[in-house]
């Protein structure tokens, strides 16, 4: 079964510090693996996401993640936090679903906090 | 959120009401999801339909909870009888066709069950 964990539950950070946020994954073959943000009152957005190839990816507002296949991580970074990008982010792991799609398992989020 | 349209974004009810939540992607999307998001219990898969079939269904808590799709354009959750526990957003998303690996989520409607 694919199972992600995000082990911090909340950060803050300083604006314009660096950030990292952790996501570790499990699942049985190749991953897909996704990073969403969710403002408060809103839906989840897709930030980037990992198939294959280059094990760095860029995504949307700077942010950007390597997938590190022997530790099982897809970490999000950004080198310079910005007031707006408080909000709370999710770390995915995608399985192929019988007759296409994607099944997303969700990790239980990160909420960040920037302080001015 | 432009892709997935839901309505009510807000429903306040009794226990023991029905209660419709409804969903309308744009079109070209192949696989649509239901989720439910509590503090509890994080993001849930509830049910997947795939070209308007539901293929699984598994995260469904109970009998209470049923879902359609009777055309490509509009998909409905229903829960029936409502209970203070469903309290939770939830929300419709949508993969496409040619995308089908991303998915892409509708703002979320608040359910509180009084």
């Known amino acids: 079964a694919q199972s992600v964990t995000q082990p911090d539950i909340h950060i803050t950070v300083s604006e314009g510090a660096s950030l990292e946020l952790r996501c570790n994954y499990s699942?049985?073959?190749?991953?897909?693996l996704f990073w969403y943000v969710q403002s408060p009152g809103q839906g989840l957005q897709l930030l980037l996401k990992?198939?294959?190839?280059?094990?760095l990816v860029q995504g949307i507002k700077g942010f950007e993640a390597e997938f590190k296949r022997s530790q099982s991580s897809f970490n999000l970074r950004k080198p310079s936090v910005h007031w707006s990008d408080a909000a709370e982010y999710f770390c995915?792991?995608?399985?192929?679903?019988?007759?296409?799609?994607?099944?997303?398992?969700f990790g239980t989020g990160t909420q960040l906090k920037v302080e001015l | 959120d432009a892709g997935v349209i839901q309505s009510p974004r807000h429903e306040v009810t009794e226990m023991g009401q029905e209660v419709t939540l409804r969903c309308k992607p744009i079109?070209?999307?192949?696989?649509l999801f239901w989720y439910r998001q509590t503090m509890m219990r994080g993001l849930e898969l509830l049910i997947y339909?795939?070209?308007?079939?539901?293929?699984?269904d598994s995260g469904m808590p109970e009998d209470r909870f049923s879902a359609k799709m009777p055309n490509a354009s509009f998909s409905t959750l229903k829960i029936q009888p409502s209970e203070p526990r469903d309290s939770a957003v939830y929300f419709c998303?949508?993969?496409?066709?040619?995308?089908?690996?991303?998915?892409?989520f509708g703002p979320g409607t608040r359910l509180t069950v009084l």
């Open positions: 998303a949508i993969s496409l066709a040619d995308r089908y690996n991303e998915q892409f």
């Open positions: 699942y049985g073959a190749t991953p897909y």
């Open positions: 990992y198939f294959s190839g280059d094990t």
């Open positions: 995915a792991v995608g399985g192929l679903l019988t007759g296409g799609g994607n099944k997303l398992t």
């Open positions: 079109s070209g999307h192949n696989s």
């Open positions: 339909f795939n070209n308007n079939v539901p293929i699984d």
